[in-house]
C-alpha cells in the first residue's frame, strides 16, 4: 500500500515548533519536509530523530539512530512526496504501510569466537604458561550499528601456580657497598619464598655500571647496563654470579639506571622473557635521569629500542638521551612488567614520584635485613598482581567504550575507576560488563580490531569491530524499472539512481535539455526560497505539489506555496467554522474576523436587558462582553458588592411573590419569574433584604443565567434573612 505523505495529518496531533534551513539544495529539500511535517503534527518523540535527519539515501537513515528503518519499496511514497520520506520509525513505517520485508533496519550483535575456559585451582599441580587462560571469553566479533550500544561479559580469575620470571637489575654504587653482601644472598631465598606461589619460577641479572670513577680509583669499560645472567631456573647460578660481581664507585650519582631498565625491558630476546608474570626490580641508591636531562649534549633521542651487542652490554649511552619517563612507562606496559624499585630511605620521595607516573610500579626500602627485602618484593608483588585493571588499546574514530565491573567483594564499579578491581586473590573472579557504541561510521572503515587486557598479564582480549553502515537492498538493485523513466535509471533502496545524462526523481530530464541549475531556479520563488517551497518535486523546471489523502484538501500555487488546510482553527474547526481557509489564511464570513474567524462582530448578544451595550459597564469584544472591575455576567448586569440591582428588582418580587407592591398592576412586565423556597438557607445567590410596610420583613437571592435574565428565589414566608 503506497504511504500517505503528508496526509498523515490526521493521525497526529499538531505541534508548534520552529525549523531553521540551511540553504544548500540537499538540506532545502530535506528540512523543508521535515519542517512541514512537524508544522502539520507528523513527527511524533519516536519519530522525530529520524525525520528530523533528512536522509536522502538509506544508509543515510540507518546512521541517523538506532530506531531508525528505510522503507525500500518502491511503491511506498504517494506522487509528490520526497524520498526523505521512507525515513521514519519502525513502527511509524509499518503504521504507513511498509511491509516488514521492506523495511531496512540493521541490528548490532556480538558473537564469540574464542570461549577458553578459565584456568582452575588446582593444588600441587604445575601449569604449562601457554595453556593458562586468566580471563574469558577470548576473541570477539561485535557489529556496531551507529548509535546503538552492544555489551558482553568478560570473566577473570587469577589461576594458581602461574609462573614468574623475576630480574634484578643492580646499581652498585659505593654508598651501597655495605648492603651488597645482603643482597647477594637475596637470589636463593627469594626463589624459596616464590616457590610457595609458584614451582615455575626463573631469575635473571643485570647490573649497571657508572659513566665516570673518581681519580685513583680504577674503573672497567665505559657502559652503562649489561645482562648478567639471563631469566633461568637456576637460582644457584644467579647467586654465584652476583657473588662473583665486582663494583666500582663513581663521584657522581648514577645517571644512566633509566637507560638500563629500558634495555632489560625491551631486549627480551637477550633477558628471556616469557610470557607470564614479569617482575623487574631495581636496586639503587640514588635517583634517576630521564630525557632532557643530556640537553645540550648533542645526544639523539632515545629510541626506546634494544640495543645490546653479542655480550649483552648497552654501549649507545654516549649517543643517546636518556628516556623520558612516559617511554619508560609504556615500554614496560607494553610488555606487561612490572617494576620494584627497592631504594634507601633518603631516595624513597624522590621514587613515590616515579611510581605515580609509572601504572604497575612500587617502591620499597632496603635495610640491612635482606629478610625485610623478601618481604618488600613479595608484598610488592601481592599488591600489584591481585590488583585487576583492564585497558584497552586505541579505538576507532566515533567509538566509545566503558565498563562496568563486578569485584570479588560485591562493589561494583561505573565510573572512572571502572575498570579496576583490588584485593584479587588467587582463584577469585572478576566480572566486567563491556559496553561498545558508535557515535558514527568511520571513514573509509568498514572493520577495525581492538584489544583489552588485564595490566600486567600476557592474557588479552582480541574484539574486530564490523561497522553497519550500509543496507541490503543496495546489493539488490533493480535495472531498467519503468518507474525510472522507462529504463533511464535503477532502483536502489526504492529510490531511482539515473544514468549519465538524466536528472530528476524519476529521471525523467534529459540534461542535455535542461540545466540543473537552471531548472531548480524556476521552481524557487526567489534564491531564499525553498525548491517548490519544500513540498512538492521540481519536475523538468516545473513544481508538481504533493498530491494529499483527503480530496478536499490541496496544496496549490506556482511554487507549491498555498494550501487550503494548514489555516488556524478555533474549537477544532478550520477557521472556527466561519470562513475559508485559501493560501495558508482565513477568509472570515462578514460577520466574523480574526486569524481563525473566531470573533463574532455582531453586538446583538452584547446587548442588557436595558438595551445598553454591556450595561455600559463594559466592552464587546467578538460578541461578548469584558466587565469592567466588579461587574460579571454575560452583559455586566451583575454587581455582588453593589445595592442597586436587589433594588431594582425588589418590587417585582414584591408582586411575584406576595401579590403586593406599586407593580403589583403590571407584574406581568417583569420579564422574569420566582421560585420559592421554604427556609432563608435554601438561597442560593446573592442576598437582598428589605422591609415593607405591608408585609414586613422578606429576603430574596438573584443571579443571571446565560440568557441574561434573572433567577430570583424568595422565602415564601416573610421573615429577617
Known amino acids: 500500500m503506497a504511504d500517505s505523505g503528508l496526509s498523515l495529518i490526521t493521525r497526529w496531533s499538531k505541534i508548534d515548533i520552529g525549523c531553521t534551513v540551511k540553504m544548500d539544495l540537499k538540506t532545502n529539500l530535506g528540512t523543508a519536509i521535515v519542517c512541514c511535517w512537524m508544522w502539520l503534527g507528523l513527527v511524533h518523540s519516536d519519530g522525530r530523530v529520524c525525520l528530523e535527519a533528512n536522509a536522502e539515501s538509506c544508509e543515510e537513515c540507518i546512521q541517523a539512530g538506532q530506531n531508525c528503518g528505510w522503507c525500500s519499496q518502491v511503491e511506498f511514497l504517494r506522487h509528490g512526496v520526497l524520498p526523505m520520506a521512507r525515513c521514519d520509525d519502525i513502527e511509524s513505517l509499518k503504521r504507513r504501510g511498509c511491509p516488514m520485508e521492506h523495511i531496512e533496519n540493521p541490528k548490532g550483535s556480538v558473537t564469540i569466537i574464542s570461549d577458553k575456559n578459565l584456568t582452575g585451582v588446582e593444588n600441587g599441580k604445575k601449569v604449562n604458561s601457554e595453556d ?21 561479559s568478560l570473566q577473570f580469575q587469577r589461576a594458581e601456580d602461574y609462573p614468574i620470571d623475576l630480574y634484578y637489575l643492580v646499581d652498585p654504587s659505593l654508598s651501597q657497598q655495605d648492603d651488597l653482601e645482603n643482597m647477594k644472598r637475596l637470589g636463593i631465598e627469594l626463589e624459596r619464598k616464590l616457590q610457595k606461589t609458584t614451582t615455575d619460577f626463573r631469575i635473571g641479572l643485570g647490573i649497571l655500571q657508572k659513566n665516570s ?10 657502559f652503562s647496563f649489561k645482562n648478567v645472567l639471563s631469566l633461568t631456573s637456576d637460582g644457584a647460578r644467579f647467586n654465584t654470579l652476583l657473588n662473583s660481581q665486582t663494583f666500582t664507585a663513581s663521584q657522581n650519582s648514577s645517571e644512566d639506571g633509566a637507560d638500563a631498565i629500558m634495555q632489560a625491558v625491551v631486549c627480551g630476546d637477550t633477558t628471556g622473557w616469557r610470557s607470564v608474570t614479569k617482575m623487574l ?3 639503587t641508591n640514588t635517583g634517576l635521569h630521564f630525557a632532557r636531562d643530556g640537553q645540550g649534549s648533542g645526544l639523539l633521542p632515545n629510541d626506546g629500542k634494544c640495543h645490546i651487542d653479542s655480550q649483552g652490554v648497552y654501549t649507545l649511552n654516549h649517543h643517546h638521551d636518556h628516556p623520558s619517563i612516559s617511554q619508560l612507562a609504556q615500554k614496560l606496559a607494553d610488555n606487561n612488567i612490572h617494576l620494584f624499585f627497592a631504594v634507601k630511605e633518603e631516595f624513597k620521595d624522590i621514587y613515590k614520584m616515579f611510581r605515580d607516573s609509572i601504572p604497575k610500579s612500587e617502591v620499597g626500602i632496603l635495610t640491612p635485613n635482606s629478610s625485610d627485602v623478601i618481604k618488600l618484593i613479595l608484598d610488592a608483588y601481592h599488591a600489584l598482581s591481585f590488583a585487576v585493571i583492564l585497558e584497552n588499546s586505541s579505538l576507532p574514530e566515533g567509538v566509545i567504550m566503558h565498563s562496568t565491573v563486578y569485584c570479588n567483594n560485591n562493589t561494583v564499579h561505573t565510573e572512572e575507576d571502572s575498570s579496576k578491581c583490588s584485593g584479587i586473590h588467587t582463584g577469585d573472579k572478576v566480572k566486567f560488563d563491556i559496553h561498545i557504541t558508535a557515535k558514527k561510521c ?12 588485564p595490566t600486567g598479564f600476557n592474557e588479552k582480549v582480541e574484539i574486530t569491530l564490523k561497522f553497519l553502515c550500509e543496507c541490503e537492498c543496495n546489493k539488490q538493485e533493480i535495472t531498467k524499472r519503468p518507474d525510472c523513466n522507462e529504463g533511464n535509471g535503477k532502483i536502489e ?10 536528472i530528476g526523481r524519476f529521471c525523467e ?4 535539455e535542461i540545466h540543473r541549475e537552471d531548472m531548480l531556479a524556476s521552481c524557487r520563488k526567489d534564491n531564499a526560497s525553498l525548491v517548490c517551497s519544500g513540498i512538492g518535486d521540481c519536475i523538468c523546471g516545473e513544481c508538481e505539489c504533493q498530491k494529499r489523502e483527503n480530496p478536499n484538501e490541496y496544496i496549490s500555487g506556482k511554487y507549491c506555496e498555498c494550501d487550503n488546510f494548514s489555516c488556524d482553527r478555533f474549537n477544532g474547526l478550520l477557521c472556527g467554522g466561519n470562513g475559508i481557509c485559501h493560501c495558508g489564511k482565513c477568509e472570515c464570513l462578514p460577520t466574523f474576523t480574526g486569524s481563525a474567524c473566531h470573533c463574532s462582530i455582531d453586538m446583538d448578544s452584547c446587548k442588557s436587558l436595558n438595551g445598553r451595550i454591556c450595561n455600559n459597564k463594559g466592552i464587546c469584544e467578538c460578541g461578548r462582553c469584558r466587565c469592567t472591575e466588579g461587574f460579571t455576567g454575560p452583559t455586566c448586569e451583575h454587581c455582588p458588592t453593589c445595592s442597586g440591582v436587589c433594588t431594582d428588582l425588589k418590587d417585582c418580587v414584591l408582586c411575584k411573590a406576595f401579590k403586593k ?6 407584574c406581568d412586565q417583569c420579564g422574569f419569574e420566582v421560585t420559592l423556597v421554604d427556609h432563608p438557607d435554601e438561597l442560593p445567590q446573592s442576598l437582598c433584604r428589605f422591609m415593607d410596610p405591608d408585609i414586613g420583613n422578606f429576603c430574596f437571592s438573584y443571579f443571571f443565567n446565560n440568557q441574561n435574565v434573572p433567577e430570583v428565589h424568595v422565602v415564601k414566608i416573610p421573615v429577617w434573612c
Open 213 to 222: 670513577c673518581t681519580a685513583g680509583e680504577i674503573c672497567r669499560s665505559q
Open 493 to 502: 533502496c526504492g529510490v531511482c539512481k539515473c544514468n549519465e545524462g538524466h
Open 132 to 152: 593458562v587462560s586468566q580471563i574469558q571469553t577470548q576473541k570477539h566479533i561485535v557489529k556496531l550499528r551507529p548509535g546503538e550500544p552492544q555489551t558482553f
Open 442 to 453: 568511520p571513514k573509509n572503515e568498514q572493520e577495525a580490531t581492538i584489544q583489552l587486557k
Open 281 to 283: 626490580v631495581y636496586y
Open 661 to 666: 407592591g406599586p407593580k403589583k398592576e403590571i
Open 509 to 512: 530530464c534529459n540534461i542535455d
